[in-house]
């Protein structure tokens, strides 16, 4: 189907010799690989949410994780900064991340887009686009789909020079064309189903030879796959019967935003999703995210998503496996892949019993595999099947390989929890407190002159400013003669102001900021004055935390300080106001230490900073220190406590906006243990209320290559950089659990196992970190045993079973096998 053009094309080139090539097409069960219908574990990992050294390890843990495949957005904003200006370069080389997933023998799926939204800047789209003269963005407009054409055609023409898609002997088996615009649609009226309509045949016109996905698109047309976003999508059927059903996006956890808490989905939940999907006829399946990462630089979108951008996914931000999520759907994958001939060829029987329990067969003349599934959330079932009884918990889904004995159940985790702990930077010599220097901000010519370099008689949207800096000046002066009906003893400003920062000053004076949370669009900020008789300098400056990202018309949301902006006297019962917003406002761009490039190295302005009298809780502060890099190979983290809100370098690289002073949300966290059952949605589970949103921030090693490394703060509040360390991050301890016969594997992640705390075969209680003994036990000394086994190795592997243990004589008990263990 998809791809006739690509198939013939592929066998002339077989034919002639030229290269190896793989032909991808679908048909109405599945994705077909060379003809074999295919069972397809995807994740997401973006390129640029990592350094390019973190590639091939990221990659090589998603392919042990038992992926076939990694996904990645073409993120447009980042890649044609200015107007046909393009950058591939670093962690832009997209070109590069694809051939890195191909040496590692895995497929590709390039969601090109161009609109992404991904909690990414503006979704993704360059700010330019929005300030192009008649320009409409994500509808049946020329000059945008002009320009969407341009972009598409452009990473198409990269992408096949290099012969990276499927059909040309590449690893690219899928590709997608915009975003979840079935989601936001009805908003654009008919021009919204001409420019579905358009995107389908443009991007049909780009015979890339492997599939076009349409992700949320109910009216996908032909032959467009339309498939499924969310954290369940087993009840999903794709518009077209010949398409096969796919999921582009299962939610390992969620996104973070300033003021938000910490997301969890547990590893059980996440592996009964995607049982359930293939229980119900799914057949390719892509984790977003597989690997979230950072949000370096102003990649952030928003407004207000933090610079971490772990997601609880199965690789944690810095790269280390977050357990036991990745090793229970590993196990997961393994199971799944195992069946892919009854999934994809078997006749399918559904049964359903009754009380949310169903059992699905799939069978084939040769053989069958059953999933028995639970979706009841606190009755645990028993189905009697072919003579057996077979245990299926709340909430879970069992798969039996053969019909008849249970391989692997979501519910039961027999994978290791790690701990992951920080550790001081212990590189040598490295003093315990890091040496400062200092310079402020220079303000004297916008907080206290007003100049700026444009004017305007209005106030302006701070995209005009193309979003080359967080930064907006507005300024503006106003003459108040003695006779002015306003002067009154009770003056104020007020100003309406966007979910962004403002930071007011009057007559050279600061007044107060305001800032709104996430989701919320707007405020109004108002504080008393006092006004000088004659000249009074208005200086506002407007600070993004990032560009909306999603919704209907998103682009169009008003960013910065659209008004109005009002004196206001008040006398008894009366308010005179004065209106500001149509005088003539001076505009200045950024900062002027960003302008010297402070932040870089070899800045020409390096030599004045200062020592002494080292500001603390200083607006608009610039401090800068040195450091070593941390000894060993763990990740390195950034302890950013103490400090407000700004913009931190490393050896001038950005490792992200910093804001450890917004604090998360009290209410929300329970002290109750999380219960995987239930549907999940993203406010359940949550950790870290009342706590900063976020004081670790990722720099990857390769940004501090240098024995002596430089960090720079930009401080915007006012803040205290005596507490800010450079540490790595490790799992520190690890906890075993293994049911009756299964493997318990431990390890520690390429580190020695140093200690046992704990170990018992039977029917332990508590969680890693407080395990107890419980009142069956196998009667030989399982701590010895453990210890024999895996002291001082990187990983051990032991069986849970009563021949290793000894007997425990409580046969109706179903027991495990727990190990505490030390890294
Ligand atoms: C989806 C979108 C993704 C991402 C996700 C939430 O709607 O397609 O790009 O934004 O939501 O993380």
């Avoid at 994740?43 to 038992?66: C, F, N, V």
């Avoid at 008649?134 to 023409?157: C, H, K, S, Y």
């Avoid at 939610?251 to 049982?275: I, Q």
């Avoid at 109706?812 to 263990?821: G, N, P, Q």
Wanted: aromatic content about 12%; glycine content about 8%; some cysteine.
């Amino acid at each position: 189907m998809g791809s006739s053009l690509g198939f013939a094309l592929c066998l002339l080139i077989v034919f002639i010799g030229v290269a190896s090539c793989t032909e991808v097409s679908h048909d109405g069960r599945a994705i077909t690989i060379d003809g074999q219908r295919k069972i397809l574990i995807s994740g997401s990992i973006h390129y640029p949410r990592s350094s390019t050294e973190m590639w091939p390890d990221l990659i090589k843990k998603a392919k042990e994780g038992g992926l076939d495949a990694v996904e990645t957005y073409v993120f447009w904003n980042a890649h044609e900064p200015l107007r046909r200006q393009y950058d591939f370069t670093g962690n832009l080389d997209l070109i590069r991340f694809i051939k890195t997933i191909q040496a590692e023998g895995l497929y590709a799926v390039l969601r090109i887009g161009p609109y992404v939204c991904a909690e990414w800047n503006y979704g993704g789209f360059p700010v330019w686009l929005h300030n192009m003269p008649g320009i409409e963005l994500r509808t049946a407009n020329t000059v945008f789909m002009n320009e969407m054409q341009n972009f598409t055609t452009l990473i198409v023409d990269m992408v096949k020079k290099e012969k990276l898609f499927a059909s040309q002997g590449g690893p690219i088996i899928l590709s997608q064309i915009e975003n979840e615009y079935g989601n936001v649609m009805s908003s654009y009226g008919a021009a919204g189903k001409a420019y579905v309509d358009w995107c389908a045949n443009m991007a049909n016109s780009l015979d890339i030879g492997v599939p076009w996905l349409m992700c949320q698109q109910a009216d996908a047309p032909e032959p467009m796959i339309n498939t499924c976003n969310g954290w369940y999508c087993d009840s999903f059927t794709p518009n077209n019967p010949n398409s096969p059903k796919m999921w582009t996006e299962n939610w390992t956890g969620w996104f973070k935003n300033w003021g938000g808490k910490d997301p969890h989905r547990t590893a059980e939940d996440l592996a009964f999703s995607v049982a359930r999907f293939f229980q119900f006829g799914g057949t390719f399946q892509n984790y977003y995210m597989y690997h979230g990462g950072t949000n370096f630089g102003r990649t952030a979108g928003g407004p207000y998503i933090s610079t971490s951008y772990d997601y609880d996914a199965p690789i944690d931000e810095f790269g280390n496996l977050n357990q036991p999520k990745w090793g229970h759907l590993k196990q997961l994958h393994h199971v799944l892949k195992s069946m892919e001939m009854t999934l994809t060829h078997g006749n399918v029987s559904n049964m359903d019993i009754g009380n949310g329990v169903s059992a699905t067969i799939y069978a084939t003349n040769e053989t069958a595999s059953c999933f028995f599934g639970n979706i009841n959330t606190t009755s645990d079932a028993t189905i009697h099947f072919q003579g057996t009884e077979y245990n299926v918990p709340a909430w879970s889904v069992s798969i039996l390989p053969d019909c008849k004995n249970e391989v692997y159940n979501t519910a039961k985790v027999n994978t290791q929890t790690s701990v992951m702990v920080k550790k001081r930077n212990e590189a040598e010599s490295e003093p315990s407190v890091l040496k400062w220097v200092w310079r402020p901000e220079t303000t004297d010519d916008t907080i206290q002159l007003g100049k700026g370099s444009l004017t305007a008689s209005q106030l302006v949207d701070q995209k005009v400013s193309n979003d080359v800096s967080d930064y907006l000046w507005y300024m503006t002066s106003v003459n108040i003669k003695d006779d002015d009906p306003i002067w009154s003893d009770d003056m104020s400003i007020r100003v309406n102001g966007t979910g962004q920062i403002l930071h007011a000053y009057v007559n050279g004076e600061y007044i107060g900021s305001e800032w709104a949370t996430y989701g919320v669009y707007n405020y109004v900020f108002e504080k008393k004055v006092k006004l000088n008789r004659g000249k009074n300098q208005i200086t506002l400056l407007s600070a993004t935390v990032g560009l909306q990202n999603y919704g209907a018309n998103f682009d169009l949301t008003a960013t910065g300080i659209p008004g109005p902006v009002v004196l206001i006297g008040r006398k008894d019962d009366e308010s005179i106001i004065k209106d500001l917003s149509s005088h003539k406002w001076s505009y200045k761009v950024g900062l002027h230490g960003l302008d010297n490039v402070l932040y870089s190295t070899d800045s020409r302005y390096a030599s004045k900073w200062q020592a002494d009298n080292l500001p603390i809780n200083r607006m608009m502060t610039w401090y800068k220190t040195t450091f070593k890099a941390p000894l060993g190979t763990d990740p390195v983290v950034l302890n950013l406590q103490g400090m407000g809100k700004g913009l931190a370098w490393v050896n001038g690289q950005s490792i992200g906006r910093y804001w450890p002073s917004f604090i998360a949300e009290e209410d929300g966290c329970s002290n109750e243990a999380c219960d995987y059952r239930g549907a999940y949605q993203n406010n359940k589970c949550v950790s870290n209320c009342g706590q900063p949103t976020q004081i670790w921030y990722h720099v990857p090693r390769s940004f501090i290559p240098e024995d002596v490394n430089t960090l720079v703060l930009f401080e915007e509040f006012g803040g205290n950089p005596s507490l800010v360390n450079f540490q790595t991050v490790a799992a520190g301890t690890v906890c075993g659990n293994a049911y009756e016969s299964n493997n318990m594997e431990l390890s520690c992640q390429g580190r020695p196992i140093s200690a046992i705390r704990f170990a018992s075969f039977g029917d332990p209680k508590g969680t890693c970190g407080s395990f107890e003994k419980g009142s069956c036990e196998g009667r030989n000394n399982a701590m010895s045993i453990v210890q024999n086994a895996c002291l001082g190795k990187e990983s051990c592997s032991i069986q849970a079973s009563e021949d290793v243990f000894g007997s425990t004589n409580c046969s109706d008990i179903s027991k495990r096998l727990v190990v505490e263990a030390v890294c």
